[in-house]
């Protein structure tokens, strides 16, 4: 066993065809940039191969490994043999090796962790793969035919098929709002694809795979062509769907972010929905963007990727003014609904009516009356759920904290407990304060369930129903809740970004945000992109049906542009602000970011490993990277750990990557500290 080098140069790899494979390549689902190599004993050799699962000995225990490569014989050390071979089959066919071997160096993650994350659960967890199987989807859905395309969809398309009749890869940007006909647009595309006896891989945000979602496709190309995969399916389903793609039985993937590793032959076309969604980032190693690597992935396979979204990240869009990705307009909505009417409610102004600690404006108070005396529907959009966030003593002025991460501490009357929100811990409110032992208590501070309770206080004949996480705990109730709400059983729904995304009822005529600033003030150059963004959406969500829509938006900041340019559903005004403010500042997309964070239990300990590694880089690293920190991370405490931060920042991409992986080889490990690295971190 030898550590090979992970981000240097690969060793060179005898061609696959070689019949009798006597040395292998193996890469382990440790957080390590290096790979191995292993003998493989006579018994094996026919069935060794790049893509397979075998078993090792590694260190003084046995792991599961991929083979990756074939090697020659190694030269000047000894390798221990592998034990057994899993696969018959490869799990993992030559461009899905390709791909993770990328994603590894792009992202400075481990090579077989990254292959790890590619693979359904049961299968990273060395389960045998079973032989033959009948999967039948029991879904019925009544089939819809294409509608005939208006001028702006028709010219997208005839764009997008021409890069697949050249087999060209290009990545198109479809940027419109919703209701203009972009799905429509992907279901076409991918009809060609199909009849080009090709695949297609549809990525949409966790939150928008509804039922509705994925029926759009199985009622256009049948359930049997089309394969789910989402987090909320059992694994035995993710397993099964992963088969049937496998098998070549469906040839339309529909799926989250790690959909984009579905196993698929012939890939013809990528499409990512929403595009500009975060959830497209893995929050763990592997810390991956789905975008990126899917345009990886399809470039492979001269396949082009369409990106759709309302509100393109400033990124994509940048990318598009500079001609890397080609643009595709559309401009209206299909069914010539007019955009809802924005209000903008100045809340310090509200304040000065005497009207301290309330939630509602006048205005949204008044418009919510006439909402429901005239038998509409409100949405209510506030990103922040339990009762209140902040738990203060009178007495004695403190600020109630969770011990282990030091955030503030959400009071949620459902429970009558304290919950932080950062590590889910629970505790039974206090009566009197911990500390000083006084009995004044307050709830400060608004969350999702303070406004249900405001609303029953001054509409006690309306129907009201909240949709959060904790709310919609058990499996199936997100569903059942939105049916409730579509037979108009609920006059007001309350939530949290859940009700952000997607939904379409017509008699909704109201949506209220009760403070747009909530995402404003966190610690993130993003802070304004996400609320524009997250405005949008929520506005979108009044007047989707005959009935003219109305938003009122509550904010301190009236005047701040992301909140103007979403009032007046004018993303342009806005990435025009934002892209100046990225230029003045340096951030992206003008300059490429790394982040580093060292966590461990001993807070000294955190921070001197961070010093430490600033160190090495600053002398290791060209002086136009940018190296900033250590400092605090914004949550400083997660789970009794304490976290420390640097931010490396670069013009050039080349002048980061590489040479930081080569200066990380050269800081030794210290006990008790973990770093997680973070290229591109969101
Ligand atoms: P988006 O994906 O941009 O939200 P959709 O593709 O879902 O937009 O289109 C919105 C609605 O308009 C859907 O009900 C869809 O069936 C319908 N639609 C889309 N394109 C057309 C068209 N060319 N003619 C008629 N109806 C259309
Ligand atoms: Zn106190
Ligand atoms: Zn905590």
Redesign the pocket.
């Known amino acids: 066993m030898r550590p090979d080098a992970g981000n240097g140069p690969l060793p060179a790899r005898t061609s696959i065809k070689v019949q009798t494979v006597r040395y292998v390549e193996v890469a382990v689902g440790l957080p390590v940039q290096t790979t191995f190599h292993y003998s493989v004993p006579k018994q094996l050799q026919e069935q060794a191969a790049v893509g397979k699962r075998v078993r090792i000995p590694f260190r003084n225990r046995q792991l599961i490994g991929y083979i990756v490569g074939v090697v020659g014989r190694p030269e000047g050390f000894s390798v221990k043999p592998i034990l057994e071979v899993l696969d018959q089959d490869p799990i993992l066919g030559p461009d899905l090796v390709e791909l993770t071997r990328w994603i590894g160096k792009k992202y400075l993650a481990g090579w077989g962790e990254t292959i790890e994350a590619a693979l359904p659960g049961p299968i990273r967890k060395g389960r045998l793969m079973m032989k033959s199987r009948s999967p039948e989807p029991a879904v019925e859905v009544s089939p819809s035919s294409p ?4 001028a702006e ?1 028709k010219q997208a398309l005839d764009s997008i098929l021409a890069a697949v009749n050249r087999r060209e890869h290009r990545v198109f940007l479809l940027h ?12 076409q595309a991918i009809q060609e694809i199909l009849s080009q006896g090709k695949t297609s891989i549809v990525l949409v945000p966790e939150i928008s795979l509804t039922p509705q979602t994925i029926e ?1 496709f199985q009622a256009r190309f049948g359930a049997k062509t089309v394969a789910v995969l989402h987090s909320a399916m059992l694994e035995s389903q993710r397993l099964q769907e992963w088969h049937r793609i496998r098998l070549g039985e469906a040839h339309v993937v529909v799926g989250a972010r790690s959909a984009v590793f579905a196993p698929v032959q012939s890939l013809g076309l990528v499409v990512i ?1 929403e595009e500009h969604e975060p959830s497209y980032k893995q929050e763990d190693a592997p810390r991956y963007h789905a975008r990126e690597v899917a345009i990886t992935r399809a470039k492979a396979f001269q396949a082009p990727v369409i990106l ?1 979204s ?1 509100t393109p990240a400033i990124e994509t869009y940048y990318q598009a003014t500079q001609r890397r990705i080609e643009l595709l307009p ?1 401009r209206s ?3 010539e609904v007019p955009l809802p009417q924005v209000e903008i409610v100045d809340m310090r102004q509200e304040f000065g009516r005497g009207s301290r600690g309330k939630i509602f404006s006048r205005q949204l108070e008044e418009t919510l009356a006439q909402t429901l005396t005239s038998r509409q529907q409100a949405i209510l959009f506030l990103n922040r759920r339990g009762f209140s966030p902040f738990i203060h003593c009178r007495g004695c002025g403190q600020i109630l904290r969770c011990k282990s991460c030091q955030v503030t501490l959400t009071y949620h009357m459902d429970t009558r407990s304290m919950v932080c929100h950062t590590c889910h811990s629970e505790q039974p409110a206090p009566e009197i304060c911990p500390k000083c032992r006084s009995e004044y208590i307050r709830f400060q501070g608004i969350g999702t369930q303070r406004v249900e309770s405001e609303l029953a206080r001054l509409f006690p004949q309306a129907s009201i129903a909240r949709m959060d996480t904790d709310s919609m705990k058990a499996r199936g109730s997100h569903a059942k809740l939105l049916s409730a709400f579509r037979r108009h059983e609920i006059d007001v729904l309350v939530g949290t970004q859940m009700v952000a995304k997607g939904l379409d009822f017509p008699r909704v005529t109201l949506v209220g945000v009760i403070s747009a600033d909530t995402a404003l003030n966190l610690p993130d150059f993003r802070s304004a992109e996400r609320t524009f963004n997250l405005l949008t959406q929520v506005a979108g969500r009044a007047g989707r049906g005959a009935l003219p829509g109305k938003v009122i938006l509550q904010t301190y900041t009236p005047h701040h542009y992301g909140i103007v340019a979403a009032g007046r559903h004018d993303y342009l005004a806005f990435y025009q602000q934002e892209i100046e403010a990225r230029r003045q500042c340096g951030l992206p997309p003008f300059t490429h970011l790394v982040q580093l964070t060292v966590r461990s239990l001993g807070e000294n300990k955190a921070l001197e490993y961070a010093k430490k590694i600033a160190q090495t880089l600053r002398r290791c690293l060209l002086s136009e990277v940018q190296i900033l920190g250590p400092s605090p991370a914004p949550v400083h405490r997660v789970r009794r750990n304490y976290l420390w931060q640097l931010l490396l920042k670069s013009p050039e991409e080349v002048h980061l990557k590489e040479p930081l992986a080569a200066a990380l080889r050269e800081v030794s490990a210290s006990r008790g500290c973990r770093l997680a690295i973070d290229v591109d971190p969101l």
Not at 147 to 150: A, E, Q, Y
């Open positions: 509608l005939p395309l208006n969809q419109g709002v919703t209701g203009s006909g972009k799905t429509e647009v992907y279901l759009r929905d759709g309302a559309l909505r299909i069914e």
